[in-house]
Nanobody
Framework: QVQLVESGGGLVQAGGSLRLSCAAS????????MAWYRQAPGKQRELVAR???????NYADSVQGRFTISRDNALNTVYLQMNTLKPDDTAVYYC???????????WGQGTQVTVSS
């Protein structure tokens, strides 16, 4: 089994910063993609950022230049540094990884990020 433990969410004022962490543990053979998604009330879950084992990254247009995704392969941990936060960034943020030779996807339990205006 694979477990993802997220941390770092909370309440912050607009313009502030937060750093999310997600540590993967369990039995798996290598992590290919590590990503963060978010889901705001009444909206579909959307990709925020992802990072491949190569180090290549993708970002949603709405967070480009404000958020930075990184990973520590030795710790199987992915981070999301969020700067210049806006009220529109308010959502539950989910960690997602693709691991193992079958490319199985796993979700974290989610962490709430609330940005006040």
């Amino acid at each position: 089994q694979v477990q993802l433990v997220e941390s770092g969410g909370g309440l912050v004022q607009a313009g502030g910063s937060l750093r999310l962490s997600c540590a993967a543990s369990g039995s798996f053979a290598g992590v290919n993609v590590m990503a963060w998604y978010r889901q705001a009330p009444g909206k579909q879950r959307e990709l925020v950022a992802r990072i491949f084992s190569s180090g290549n990254t993708n970002y949603a247009d709405s967070v480009q230049g404000r958020f930075t995704i990184s990973r520590d392969n030795a710790l199987n941990t992915v981070y999301l540094q969020m700067n210049t936060l806006k009220p529109d960034d308010t959502a539950v943020y989910y960690c997602y990884i693709v691991a193992g030779y079958r490319g199985t996807g796993y979700w974290g339990q989610g962490t709430q990020v609330t940005v006040s205006s």
